[in-house]
């Protein structure tokens, strides 16, 4: 059975940091794109970071100054490291793992991000 855990989401202070990790299960996870997705209140879901099984990288507008992804094959563990942190960073952030051949396509349900003074 697939899994995928987001952990590390929380209520933090503008121009501080978290790191979220995302622990997967189920799945050849070393094959598989890990990507962190996020959607705020009222809003659409938007593309935030991704990253190959090669550890090639890409990031969502405005995202690559202050969001770092990465993985740990090993650990089958997908993290995000964001810093500086804005109160428009406020959302639930989900990860996602993708088969770059379109087998499978997986969703964990998602961690609370909260930027607030």
């Known amino acids: 059975q697939v899994h995928l855990v987001e952990s590390g989401g929380g209520l933090v202070q503008p121009g501080g940091s978290l790191r979220l990790s995302c622990v997967a299960s189920?799945?050849?996870?070393?094959?598989?794109?890990m990507k962190w997705y996020r959607q705020a209140p009222g809003k659409g879901r938007e593309l935030v970071a991704g990253?190959?099984?090669?550890?090639?990288?890409q990031y969502g507008d405005s995202m690559k100054d202050r969001f770092t992804i990465s993985r740990d094959n090993a650990k089958n563990t997908a993290y995000l490291q964001m810093n500086n942190l804005k109160p428009e960073d406020t959302a639930v952030y989900y990860c996602?793992?993708?088969?770059?051949?379109?087998?499978?396509?997986?969703w964990g349900k998602g961690t609370l991000v909260t930027v607030s003074s």
């Open positions: 990253i190959t099984h090669h550890s090639v990288t």
């Open positions: 189920g799945f050849t996870y070393s094959s598989y794109v």
């Open positions: 996602n793992a993708i088969d770059p051949l379109g087998v499978g396509d997986y």
